[in-house]
Every structure is written in structure tokens, then in C-alpha cells.
């Protein structure tokens, strides 16, 4: 993994990172922080890319990778993708057929939204596209809220890459992103699910208080 970070840190543009953020949002195994806490944190001390660009490129791949596996759902149908899931190769790509049948469940009960909740939580957000491509569901809903949902992970990951350019070293970078990475998705995942919790309170309050003056 370092050695994969050292070329991604010497070789890092919107390019590199909107591959990365495609690979990892589609089947492939491969963490988002790898790739957008780094490239946050090069933004910030060399100055060659802006961070609004850095959300904006992370956000097209993690779009382009979702866009994979719905379309390989929609036109493989459930019985294959169950089958690649049971597969040596589906086990390599950290797909099984648990995983599959959790985001099935989760986009049952949740509908069209679970694609923008999805992909706040670690466990689902990779996954979340194969049961809205099994569903067929609509394309503008599903791009509206997976670009929902991408763009808040990424921004969240691109302002602690900021953080840790004002406060550690580079060499330090990618060991903190190792060493905390589990405690940080689930933080993440928790943080950001409240806020949208209280995002949803608060317009749902307003609608109240308009209606009532109505």
C-alpha cells in the first residue's frame, strides 16, 4: 500500500483521481481515503490543485464507478450477479453473496434515497449500485442521489485531507490514514448520518411552519 500511495502522491491530478475514485466505487476493492485524503492534502501544501476540484473529480469517478456496477446489474440480472458473488473471483473483489443480499435489503426498504444514504456507509456504499441496477431503476434518480451521496463522502474526506496538510508531515499522511481507518469510516459514516437526520428535521420543521401559516 505504500508503495501505491508514493505513485499516487508523485503522480496525483483530477486524472489519477478520478480513476482511483472509479475503481473504488465500482467492484474493485479500494479505499476512497486512499486516494482523496491524499490528494486534499497535496492541494493544500503545494497548491497545484483547488479543493472544490479535488470534490468535483473524486465525486465523477465514484459517479462513473456506480455507473459500472448498476449498468452490469441491469444487464446481467440477479442470477448472474448472485453468481459472481459466490465466485473465487467475486470473493477477491470482496463481494459476497451476504454482502449482495444486505444491499438488496437495505435498498428495499430505503427506495430511491438508499443510493445517497448508501454511499455514506462503508459496509454498503459499494455495493448500493447493484440493487438499484437489479431494480432498474430510473438513471437521472439514481445519478441525482449517488451524486448526492458521493459528493458528501468526498467532501468530508477532502476537508480532514486538509486538516492533516496544515498539522502533519507527508510521511505521516498515509500511515494516520492506515492506522485510524476503520475507527474513521464508521466515525464518518456516523457523523454524517446525523447531519442528515438534522437536515431532514430541520426541512420537514419549516414545511411544518409554512403549512401552518397557510
Known amino acids: 500500500m505504500e508503495e501505491l500511495y508514493q505513485w499516487i502522491s508523485e503522480n496525483m491530478n483530477y486524472g489519477v483521481i478520478t480513476f482511483f475514485m472509479a475503481v473504488e466505487s465500482s467492484f474493485i476493492p479500494f479505499p476512497s481515503e486512499i486516494i482523496m485524503i491524499p490528494a486534499a492534502y497535496l492541494a493544500v501544501t503545494e497548491g497545484e490543485m483547488s479543493l472544490p476540484m479535488v470534490v468535483l473529480f473524486g465525486t465523477l469517478g465514484a459517479i462513473i464507478g456506480a455507473l459500472v456496477n448498476y449498468g452490469l446489474a441491469w444487464w446481467l440480472g440477479r442470477p448472474i450477479v448472485y453468481k459472481f458473488a459466490n465466485s473465487k473471483l467475486g470473493h477477491m473483489c470482496l463481494i459476497t453473496e451476504r454482502k449482495v443480499v444486505e444491499a438488496e435489503q437495505y435498498f428495499d426498504r430505503h427506495g430511491a434515497v438508499s443510493t445517497f444514504v448508501g454511499r455514506l456507509i462503508p459496509a454498503i456504499r459499494q455495493l448500493i449500485s447493484i440493487p438499484a441496477g437489479l431494480a432498474k431503476m430510473k438513471l437521472r434518480t439514481f445519478l441525482l442521489f449517488t451524486f448526492l451521496g458521493a459528493a458528501a463522502w468526498n ?18 499522511v498515509i500511515a494516520k490514514v492506515e492506522e485510524y ?19 431532514i428535521k430541520e426541512i420537514i420543521k419549516a414545511n411544518r411552519e409554512t403549512n401552518a401559516k397557510q
Open 155 to 172: 467532501t468530508v474526506l477532502v476537508a480532514l485531507g486538509a486538516v492533516l496538510g496544515k498539522s502533519i508531515g507527508p510521511d505521516a
Open 181 to 199: 481507518s476503520g475507527y474513521f469510516k464508521a466515525g464518518l459514516a456516523v457523523v454524517i448520518v446525523i447531519g442528515l437526520a438534522w437536515w
